[in-house]
């Protein structure tokens, strides 16, 4: 292991002198890209340096041993050498994880998209339910969360909302929420108290950097109309709602939640840009489930990955088979232990399907 972290320090050295170069900083793709590639360096650098430490207590302790001279200073190495043995498992096993090949994507802000499913009414006020636990989630993260379009549902909640996440590793927290998640209760117009099975459809996508996509905009028909539903006087006098068509994919964005009509169109590009990376993404995604057989991250918009069920107050997510009964503390924001009881499933996956152990 520790010839394989030495290679990582000797990219380590190369990177750290690249990002400081003239000409690496003036092409801003490259330096994009070293720093993120530094920072990840960086801590299995850390965690060498850590690991050294203890195989050379490992050595010096046995060493002393050993020579078998003073009795006191045996016994000291002898609780050396212990405490060091006990430590280096778990610190192989950290290691392991580290030297994982990271998902370049994951390090990207996100862009989410929740549309109610199956369920009428109840559906789309559980998509609301869901734009709130996600909006909550990612506030307790320190994350800023920016509404970019929404259509409301008849009795509450969303038919559909688009909203994005800046923030630090946010697409590789969130792709994990990517899917068709269920929810049982009884609806609010059932008088009969039956329980109900509705449905939301969760997208999370990368945000694609301008290098990312090459985005020709003579390819993009521009629609302004008015904006529609509550807002104020400006809603249905001004045109600030802008529409696009990609005329060659046939992908179409629209964006209202500005006032202004050149923000509107900012944030609609950033979409229309985010869904034309998806789709070259979804590509990759798919090789590398097949090659993995992962359940986690597959991309499978159709598949049902979690299940809400109120009267039991109970959540389940079918891909790892967890579930946990803390139904009202989820739906409110704290789905930390789900995500990273996913997060665990996709790197012991990655894992087996590496060949460096």
Request: aromatic share 6%; with cysteine.
């Amino acid at each position: 292991m520790l010839d394989r972290l030495n290679i990582v320090k000797q990219r380590f050295d190369e990177v750290s002198d690249l990002i400081i170069q003239p000409d690496i900083i003036a092409d801003q793709k490259r330096y994009v890209q070293l720093n993120k590639e530094y920072k990840d360096l960086r801590a299995i650098v850390e965690k060498r340096e850590e690991y050294k430490t203890v195989l050379d207590n490992i050595a010096e302790a046995e060493e002393i041993i050993a020579d078998d001279g003073d009795a006191e200073m045996v016994e000291m190495a002898r609780m050396q050498l212990e405490e060091a043995k006990e430590k280096l498992p778990a610190l192989e096993e950290e290691i392991k994880y580290l030297l994982i090949p990271k998902d370049p994507e994951d390090t990207k802000n996100a862009m989410v998209e929740i549309r109610a499913g199956t369920g009428g009414d109840e559906a789309s006020i559980f998509a609301g339910d869901l734009q709130r636990m996600y909006t909550k989630y990612c506030e307790s993260k320190g994350w800023k969360v920016n509404v970019v379009d929404f259509n409301e549902g008849t009795s509450g909640g969303f038919k559909e909302i688009i909203f994005e996440v800046n923030g630090e590793d946010v697409y590789g927290t969130l792709k994990f929420e990517a899917g068709v998640h269920r929810v049982q209760r009884v609806p609010q117009t059932e008088t009969q108290g039956r329980v109900h099975t509705s449905a939301a459809t969760v997208m999370v996508l990368p945000e694609a950097e301008e290098f990312d996509v090459e985005l020709d905009m003579s390819d993009v028909k521009i629609i302004r109309t008015t904006s529609t539903g509550p807002g104020g006087q400006s809603v249905n006098t001004t045109y600030s709602a802008i529409q696009l068509q990609h005329i060659p994919t046939g992908i179409e964005v629209r964006c209202q939640d500005e006032k202004s009509q050149h923000k509107n169109l900012e944030k609609a590009t950033k979409v229309l840009r985010s869904r034309l990376y998806e789709r070259e993404l979804a590509k990759k995604q798919e090789e590398d489930a097949a090659r993995r057989k992962s359940m986690v991250s597959s991309g499978d918009r159709s598949a049902k990955i979690r299940t809400y069920n109120y009267p039991q107050g109970r959540v389940t997510d079918h891909r790892i088979g967890l579930t946990l009964y803390d139904l009202q503390n989820i739906i409110n924001g704290d789905i930390d232990k789900i995500i990273e009881e996913l997060k665990l499933a996709e790197n012991t996956e990655k894992l087996k399907a590496s060949e460096v152990f």
